[in-house]
């Protein structure tokens, strides 16, 4: 499925985009009012990556919070500029 998360099936959502007027109070101002909402999607930070399952590697669609969570493994890959053995 597209846009979704292969680990934790995180998918876009949907929200309000707040258009905004004034100085807040805090500033010194007389307050924040709004002038017009709107309809926005709020959509995963995907990142298509090489993933191991079992023993292959595949190419699945992973959000970041998954990737820095460590709840995927990486592909392994070999380091560049090694001879392999031909034994």
Known sequence: MGQQCH??????HTGNRLSQ???AKYLGGNGRKTTGISRRTFKPNLQKIRIQEGLTSVQR???TQ???????QKAVVRAPFT????N
């Open 7 to 12: 680990v934790c099936k995180k998918t876009p």
């Open 21 to 23: 007027r004034g100085k």
């Open 61 to 63: 669609r992973v959000c």
């Open 66 to 72: 998954c990737l820095r969570s460590g709840r995927v």
């Open 83 to 86: 001879i392999l053995d031909a």
